[in-house]
């Protein structure tokens, strides 16, 4: 027999009872773990689409989860300890609900368990023992009601037949009641004698018709008393009352009445209650006197909807009969609708389309019909909206573009009514986040930057710094600095520059030269560090300022030591004269190359001036014959930066009208670091020459005057050789270098015959602009020589080179 019940127990059969819905019937009491049935199988699914489509098992709001599902092969287990009785109490049908759930897409299942009654349970009877009272003078047949035993169990397994102790007195007899309950009677076979036996003590069974029987037993205590014939009498063989879930305490419910047609103490009715759930018990009183039931405890419809109670009516002497108390629970709208989160994507990225799920919401309210329907709706103002999907499920979705960088976190506010009246709400906030996505590039706070430094800066100093910003998060928003490849003057730009990754400092690699070039531009790029990477490019002018570290270059004479250059001055000339010009440059710029020219020294310091800004050297006054034939000058040019800088040279002036008046230049040249001795010896030297030149000169004269009149030394009378002028500074005014309204003769001195340079030129009328004086070949410069009848002209330059 026992085999035979647990094969019943583990008989599972599935019954389709809609689209959607799955029906497993089986034992109550089965073990946790128990194999209900398949439910990828019976849904059609692969185990892996059911563990990829996250199913699970949803049972109603803040009831227990009796079943679930192992997700590795699909079987539905029993979860938790099923109790028929506790569940469903005396109900013929025992049905637990339970929903699964399936997402992507969302699809609910509702699974119906039919739960069966196992014999578990045996009869009990209220009292462990029953006492009844039995009149001497009670007849042959008389009956007499026993208490009730009671079965949780249902159907077969419930109480089915009662059997007494055998005795001579009295026998058992079962009766059927209108409600379907059955009843034991005793019924007298035997006249009592009280004389003979006052107490009878009788052993009653219950038994079920479960496979095995249960038992339960009760010891039946009969009292032999003097004639009660009457038992009491309830006016209504079912009472029935309805009140509100929220009745206060001690409201009466109902009340029961039964008569006795006795006298006296026979007469005297006593109300108890006979049968009651252990739930009944505690919300429900009985009044043993009047007979009034009042509640004493908290109701729930939610919990338990209605209570089934048997009162019993005794009179003074035992006689009993019994009524069924049905009192209903009507609903009240006492529970606010709840609101759970089934599944939640969490964060979402920000590149989300509209439309997109994001998440599932239950809805569920305890209460019932109207009380229980609900309504669900968030706040205004986020992108997302619920959509009403199956049953009680509303899907999150998005309504519109998310950007991470405008709003971060999104708290969503759910709210749930339900139609009670008055209605009820609850609220649940949802927390957000939404990922980010690098779909920002750096920008820079500037669109181009200039940076300025000076020349002769040192390797490795800040010349500015560059700032992007990128609003994206984390890495995507981490900007990385670098130079863009390109080239400055034929040289990489990261040969001059450097940029900082982290900071966007750009220092100098090495040290600039204004003179080289004054500007360059290059390009610095902001990448961040997302994938793929987004960067932005500027442009960075960085400007060089002159510094004064160049000194005057002088052009004109020739630095002593290189050459020995004389220039004749004619006794004729008048006071302003231009006898020479010293021309020099600076390769600095601004006021940093702002020549300025002064005499620091001179044979005849009231003789000669000098341009402070041309360079000019003039006479102050006419010449005179004490005038000393030699002059010496010493030129210092400055510049006009802070602090200045100066160069310097000598100018050697002979001031004689002849040729052969000037002895040989190159033997008295002007040195004062010579001796004393060396003086004179050049003093005499010039002395006796001085006659034969003054001779010659005379001759000269004479013959150039009848050619011509006569040229003095003034304005336009000295030529310097082109050769002393480079090519950039032929039409330069205002800085030292001498301008092209000015032409000039040069000739060779006596003592050319000794120097490297053999050839000269003319450059009166014939004087060629800057760029071309270098052109001339040195046989152009021999044709000249070569015209017999061209004598020499009075003011010319002699120039002699070492």
Known sequence: MPGLLYSFAFFLQLVHIGYGDLS???????????????????????????????????????????????????????????????????????????????????????????????????????????????????????????????????????LQSYELQMNSYLELRTQSKKDGGMFAELVLVKELDREEEQQLRLL???????????????????????????????????????????????????????????????????????????????????????????????????????????????????????????????????????ISMKSMNNPIPENVSPGTEVGIINVQDRDFEINGQVRCSIQQGVPFKLVSSIKNYY??????????????????????????????????????????????????????????????????????????????????????YSLLPGE?????????????????????????????????????????????????????????????????????????????????????????????KVIAVDADSGQNAWLSYHIVKSTDPGLFSIGLHSGEIRTQRDISESDSMKQNLIVSVKDNGQPSLSATCAMYLLISDNLAEVPELKDISYDEKNSKLTSYLIIALVSVSTFFLTFIIIILGVRFCRRRKPRLLFDGAVAIPSAYLPPNYADVDGTGTLRSTYNYDAYLTTGSRTSDFKFVSSYNDNTLPADQTLKKSPSDFDKMFSMSDESPKVGRIFIVFK
């Open 24 to 158: 497993y019937s089986i034992p109550e009491e089965m073990k946790p773990g128990s194999v209900i049935g398949n439910i990828a199988r019976d849904l059609g699914l692969s185990v892996e689409k059911l563990s990829a489509r996250k199913a699970r098992i949803d049972s109603e709001l803040n009831r227990k989860r009796y079943c679930d599902i192992k997700i590795n092969n699909g079987d539905l287990i029993v979860a938790e300890r099923i109790d028929r009785e506790a569940l469903c109490g005396e109900k013929a049908s025992c049905l637990i609900k339970s929903e699964i759930i399936l997402e992507a897409p969302l699809e609910l299942h509702r699974i119906v368990l039919q739960i069966h009654d196992i014999n578990d349970n045996p009869p009990l009877f209220a009292k462990d023992e029953i006492k009844i009272e039995i009149n001497e003078l009670a007849v042959k047949g008389s009956r007499f009601r026993l208490l009730e035993a009671h079965d949780q169990d249902i159907g077969q397994n419930a």
């Open 204 to 338: 009653v069974s219950a038994l079920d018709g479960g496979i095995p029987k249960r038992t339960g037993t009760a010891t039946v205590h009969v009292t032999v008393l003097d004639a009660n014939d009457n038992s009491p009498v309830f006016n209504q063989a079912v009472y029935e009352a309805v009140i509100p879930e929220n009745a206060p305490l001690d409201t009466v419910v109902i009340k029961v009445t039964a008569s006795d047609a006795d006298a006296g103490l026979n007469g005297d009715v006593t109300y108890e209650i006979s049968r009651i759930s252990e739930g009944g018990r505690r919300v429900f009183a009985l009044n043993h006197t009047t007979g009034e039931i009042k509640v004493i405890g908290h109701l729930d419809f939610e919990e338990e909807s209605v209570y089934e109670m048997r009162v019993d009516a005794k009179d003074g002497y035992g006689l009993s009969s019994d009524s069924k108390v049905i009192i209903e629970l009507s609903d009240v709208n006492d529970n606010p609708p709840g």
């Open 395 to 480: 899907s999150l979705v998005t309504t519109g573009q998310l950007d991470r960088e405008l709003v971060t976190d999104y708290n969503i506010t759910i709210t749930a009514t339900d139609e009670g009246s008055p209605p009820l709400s609850s609220s649940k906030t949802v927390q957000l986040s939404v990922a980010d996505i690098n779909d920002n590039p750096p920008v820079f706070e500037e669109q181009s930057y200039s940076a300025y430094v000076s020349e002769n800066n040192k390797p490795g100093s800040t010349l500015c710094s560059v700032t992007a910003r990128d609003p994206d998060w984390r890495q995507n928003g981490t900007v990385i």
């Open 488 to 580: 400055v003057n034929g040289a990489p730009v990261s040969s001059y520059l450097s940029v900082n990754g982290d900071t966007g400092v750009i220092h100098a690699v090495r040290s600039f030269d204004y003179e080289q070039f004054r500007s360059f531009k290059v390009h610095v790029m902001a990448r961040d560090n997302g994938s793929p990477p987004l960067s932005s490019n500027v442009s960075v002018s960085v400007f060089i300022s002159d510094v004064n570290d160049n000194s005057p270059q002088i052009l004109y004479p020739a630095p002593e030591g290189s050459s020995f250059m004389t220039e004749l001055v004619p006794k004729a000339a008048h006071g302003g004269s231009l006898v020479s």
